[in-house]
Every structure is written in structure tokens, then in C-alpha cells.
Nanobody, 126 residues
Framework: QTQLVESGGGLVQAGGSLRLSCAAS??????MGWFRQAPGKERSFVAA?????????YYADSVKGRFNISRDNAKNTVYLQMNSLKPEDTAVYYC????????????????????WGQGTQVTVSS
């Protein structure tokens, strides 16, 4: 059983930065992803990173160039560095893993992800 715990959310002004962390217990040699859900909206893909294949990364168009996903396998932790934050980035951010690998378009699909964290709130003020 894999458990995920997010941290690092908070309140930040537009243009600021935050770094989210996701600590995994149990097996963690899996692809990892970040999703977000704003009030009244569906949970949507933000970024993902593979375990194999040189740690390929994937990003939603809305965050490309501003967010960076990385992982420290020794610490079983995945990070989401968020820069140039905008009010529309306000959401609850969730860490997730499919408990296996993903490749290409499958990494974007939240239906692939089996294990989820409890979420951390990110609020960006204008």
C-alpha cells in the first residue's frame, strides 16, 4: 500500500513562488503526478514525472514554463516548484501515483492514478 502526504501549500501573492512536496511511504518507484481542483471545477492534470525512461516530465499547457516537477528517489519525495503564480492557479493540489508506470498520454489521465494524497491548498491573491 502506498500512502502520499502533500505539504507546502499556502497563500502567496501573484507573481510569487511556492514549492509543494509529496512524501510517499511504501513502494514509490512509480510514476508520480500532480493534479489540482478549483472550487466548482473538475480535478485536472498539472504535471507528471516517470520513474523509468530518464524521468520524463509532462506538463499541462497552462503551467508550462512556470512549474517544474522533480523527484528525489532517496527521499521518496516528489516536488512541484511553482513560479510566476497567477490567481487562476488557486486550487487544492493533489499528489497521485498510478502505482506503476505511465507513458505519453496516459500520464495525463487521472483515471490511471490509483493512490492519492489528501491535498494541500494553494491560494494566489491578486
Amino acid at each position: 500500500q502506498t500512502q502520499l502526504v502533500e505539504s507546502g501549500g499556502g497563500l502567496v501573492q501573484a507573481g510569487g513562488s511556492l514549492r509543494l512536496s509529496c512524501a510517499a511511504s511504501g513502494r514509490s518507484n512509480f510514476a508520480m503526478g500532480w493534479f489540482r481542483q478549483a472550487p466548482g471545477k473538475e480535478r485536472s492534470f498539472v504535471a507528471a514525472i516517470t520513474w523509468r525512461g530518464g524521468r520524463t516530465t509532462y506538463y499541462a499547457d497552462s503551467v508550462k514554463g512556470r512549474f517544474n516537477i522533480s523527484r528525489d528517489n532517496a527521499k521518496n519525495t516528489v516536488y512541484l516548484q511553482m513560479n510566476s503564480l497567477k490567481p487562476e492557479d488557486t486550487a487544492v493540489y493533489y499528489c497521485a501515483t498510478p502505482g506503476g508506470f505511465c507513458s505519453g498520454y496516459s500520464c495525463y489521465d487521472k483515471r490511471l492514478y490509483t493512490y492519492w494524497g489528501q491535498g494541500t491548498q494553494v491560494t494566489v491573491s491578486s
